[in-house]
Nanobody, 115 residues
Framework: QVQLVESGGGSVQAGGSLRLSCSAS????????MGWFRQVPGNEREFVSR????????YYADSVKGRFTISRDNAKNTVYLQMNGLKPEDTAVYYC????????WGKGTLVTVSS
């Protein structure tokens, strides 16, 4: 079973930056992509961004386009989310997700953006 370890959350002021990391314990042959979702208490978990392992194609939610950048390090089985121009509405718990034959989720890391 793939284990995911997230890091990089924290508290920043609006306009600031953070970089999230998610490392997978292994990379399976069937692993399709890694990405990020976020969730505010009381709301549904929403898609933020993902990147495919083969080809490195990236996808973003409209709300983060132009501010967030996802990248990957294949050798380290790690995906990064560089978040710039953070807004208070970006405040949420950010979860790493691996798309495979089954999906794997990290435990989440809290991002708090103050105005």
């Amino acid at each position: 079973q793939v284990q995911l370890v997230e890091s990089g959350g924290g508290s920043v002021q609006a306009g600031g930056s953070l970089r999230l990391s998610c490392s997978a314990s292994e990379r399976t042959f069937t692993m399709y992509s890694m990405g990020w979702f976020r969730q505010v208490p009381g709301n549904e978990r929403e898609f933020v961004s993902r990147i495919t392992w083969r080809g490195g194609k990236t996808y973003y939610a409209d709300s983060v386009k132009g501010r967030f950048t996802i990248s990957r390090d294949n050798a380290k089985n790690t995906v990064y989310l560089q978040m710039n121009g953070l807004k208070p509405e970006d405040t949420a718990v950010y979860y790493c997700k691996v798309e495979d034959v089954v999906d794997y989720w990290g435990k989440g890391t809290l991002v708090t953006v103050s105005s």
